[in-house]
Structures are given as C-alpha cells and as structure tokens.
C-alpha cells in the first residue's frame, strides 16, 4: 500500500490510523522524501509493517525508488517491498541508515547547494552551471553514478590513485557545503529570472515531454548495453515474457494444430514515436522475438546455435492494420506455413484483446554459420518444423499471406 499524502507529519499520522482501522495486514509505504520513517510510525499499532520507499520523478520512467525502515520495521518487510518494486521493474535500493534526505536527495542537495552559492556570488548564470553538469560530468553520472567515475578516473590506480592525487585539495575552503547563501527576495528574483530565460518561454509541461524523451533516449541507448537503467528495463522485459508462460520446447505447445503462442508484452514507453503510438521499427522488433522463439521451440537455441547452426532472415513482410499504445498488453501468435530443406516460411499475427493490429510473414534460411551458406538443420530441428507444418496446414490461408508493398487490399 502507497502512501503518497503532502509532505506534513501530521497528515500522515493520520491517514495510517485510517489504514489500520481498514488493513491490518499490508505493508505500507511512503513516498515522503525526507520524514524518518521512525516519526511516521509514532502513532501506529503495527508499527513493524511501516517503511519509505522514496521514488524519484518523473516514476514512470526513473527507476531508483529508496526503501528505507524505521526503529521498529521488521526487517522482513524491506524484503517484501524488494520483491515487489522488482516485480514492477524498479530499482529498489535499501537505505541501510536512517538518515534525514536518505542517500539520493543529500546528493543532489550538495549539488544544489554549491550552485547556488556560484549564483549567489556572481561566478555563473543557471544556464552555465547546468551547461558545466549536462555537457560533462552529468552524462558520465548517468550510467555510472559518483563513486564510479571517480574510481575511472583514477587509472590504472583507481580510486586510491584519485584519493592520493585530489585529497589534499578536498581540505582547501574553497567549498560552501555547509552553508546556504540568504534567501533574499533579491536573491530569489535573480535566480528565478535566469532559470525562467533559459527555459525561453516553454512551459513547465513542455520542459516534462522534453525531459521525458531524452530520459527515453538515454534509457534505449543504456539497453543496447545491458547497462543501469537499461539493464532493469532488460530485466522487467526479460520478467514479464517469463511471466507470460509462453512455450520453449515443441512439447509445451498445447495445440500444435492452432497457431503457436510466441510473444505476449505490454507496450513499453521505448516503444513509442512521436505520435504517441508503437513505432513501425517495434513492430518488426516484436515479430523478430516472435521468430526468435519458434526458433527456440523447436530447436534451433543457444546451445544449437553455439555448434555452429542458426537461421538467417531472408525476407520480411509487415502490414500495419492498427495502432498499439504506452501500456497495452500485445500478444504474437505464430503459425508455419512451409518448411523445406533449409527455409523457413513463418506467419505472424500480432492482436490486441483479439483485434490484429499487424501482420509479419517471415522467410528463414538455415545457414552454416562456418561458411555463411545455405546448409541443412539437424534432424530434431526439421522433424519439429514438419511436424507443425502438417498439423497447422487445415488452418485457413491468412488473409494477405504473399501479399506485396501496394497489393490492393
């Protein structure tokens, strides 16, 4: 259970007196970005159930969500709250002390802070110090955080070798940290001002959809590399397909004479262009991990693929027939159409709640992966391909099975 009530004590004290009187089993966590969860749970019965777990906007896209217990939290519920912002695709980190800005926030307040002492004394505008992060340090930060970067930094020493080189300086009292330059109305206007001029007129909604789409692009960029971000957002694709029960061997299809079950997924935000829909290169995406799964059913694997066999794509056919949108659950069914020697003939229907948004027909060559030609599969492989062909050839012909770029429809 979320609780995401304003930022006062008091109204949170509150509402878990509500939640008790309702609930006596659930965890409950709240999304405070800075009230110790020990004072949240000064007023409660079960007070053990209680912990923070601290997002960061914008939630839908940004990953790092803080957990954080109280004195009396049983410890068994971090695990629980674990398990369950996994199992949405987050990155739950465990704040093992509790302390006030927790990890995330007292960061970034140090950040903050020292640039507006740089504001403060004239020594830059907002513009430049956000130039001086989101040219530089920012983009590095973004997939490896501080304490990585710096150990980079360091060489072949890492960051024994940056501590040796830098830490005297680290003394030098050219830092304000710990201190805040006054608020004056002055001082406020000033900073308000730049920060309003460099958002040249764009409004706060347009700033979040730029945001948005350079956090999207960012995160594509770190998937390709399995990497931060990117590597949660593998993880939950990888959760959800498994989440699926689609089958993986020839003897899971439960049907072989029906098409064949072969990708099941809810649209990603990745996945949309700037129409707001899935975007015609996702498509052939999710018909390419179809075609990878039949291939996996019968047969042709990592581990077959490892001995020097696999299948090469040698023709795609897509018909767009509908929109697919953010969050919409898309399912691929797959069906054999032919299987020779060494091709494969695959047909693809993509459906939403039964409506077909699109169709994929795929022609596949089996290829020695030493030579690069053309060669037979193995015997287990063509058996299961046959087998499926003839069991699924009493289906009626898809409508625009062989169908050309232009044909009338």
């Known amino acids: ?26 965890l409950i966590a709240s999304s405070t970005s800075g009230i110790m969860p020990s004072d949240l749970q000064a007023k409660m019965g079960r007070t053990e159930r209680l912990i923070v777990a601290h997002p960061f906007n914008p939630v839908y896209l940004l990953p790092l969500v803080e957990l954080v217990s109280g004195r009396r939290t049983d410890p068994a519920m971090i695990d629980r709250a674990r398990d369950l912002f996994n199992g949405i695709g ?22 903050w802070r020292e640039a507006l002492w740089l504001l403060k004394d004239e020594v830059a505008t907002a513009q430049e110090i956000d130039a001086a992060i989101a040219y530089g340090p920012g983009l590095r930060r973004a997939q490896m955080g501080t304490m990585q970067t710096f150990h980079l930094a360091g060489g072949e020493g890492g960051m024994r070798a940056m501590l040796a080189m830098f830490g005297p300086c680290l003394k030098w009292p050219w830092t304000k940290l ?7 109305g002055d001082f406020v206007n000033r900073v308000g001002d730049q920060c309003e001029a460099q958002a040249r007129g764009r409004t706060p909604r347009d700033l979040e959809r730029i945001r948005d789409d350079n956090l999207v ?29 689609l089958p993986r061997r020839a003897d899971e299809i439960e049907d072989p004479a029906q098409t064949v079950p072969t990708l099941r997924r809810a649209v990603p935000v990745d996945w949309l262009d700037y129409n707001g829909h899935m975007t015609e290169a996702r498509y052939l995406d999710a018909f390419a991990q179809a075609t990878d799964r039949l291939m996996e059913i019968v047969g042709c694997d990592q581990d077959y693929i490892a001995t020097g066999g696999s299948f090469f794509t040698a023709e795609t056919h897509i018909r767009h027939l509908g929109e697919a949108l953010m969050g919409e659950v898309i399912e691929v069914h797959t069906r054999v159409i032919a299987a020779g020697s060494k ?13 077909l948004l699109a169709t994929g027909e795929h022609v596949l060559v089996h290829v020695s ?14 058996a299961n391909l046959a087998r499926l062909q003839k069991a699924q050839a009493g289906l009626p012909a898809p409508e625009g099975l062989g169908r050309h770029v232009g044909a009338p429809r």
């Open 343 to 355: 091709k494969m003939h695959l047909w693809h229907e993509m459906t939403r709640d039964g409506d």
């Open 1 to 26: 259970m979320i609780e995401a009530v304003p930022e006062r004590l008091e109204v949170k004290q509150t509402v878990y007196v509500e939640i008790e009187a309702a609930n006596a089993e659930a």
């Open 217 to 245: 692009a960012i995160t594509r960029a770190l998937k390709l590399r399995d990497w931060g971000a990117g590597a949660v957002a593998n993880a939950q694709e990888a959760r959800l397909t498994r989440c699926a029960r």
């Open 178 to 184: 710990m201190d805040v330059p006054e608020l004056t």
């Open 90 to 111: 987050m990155y739950p980190l465990h704040c093992r002390v509790e302390i006030e800005g927790f990890l995330s926030d007292r960061l970034q307040e140090a950040l």
């Open 369 to 382: 992966l030493e030579t690069r030609r053309p060669a037979p599969p193995s015997d287990e492989i063509a």
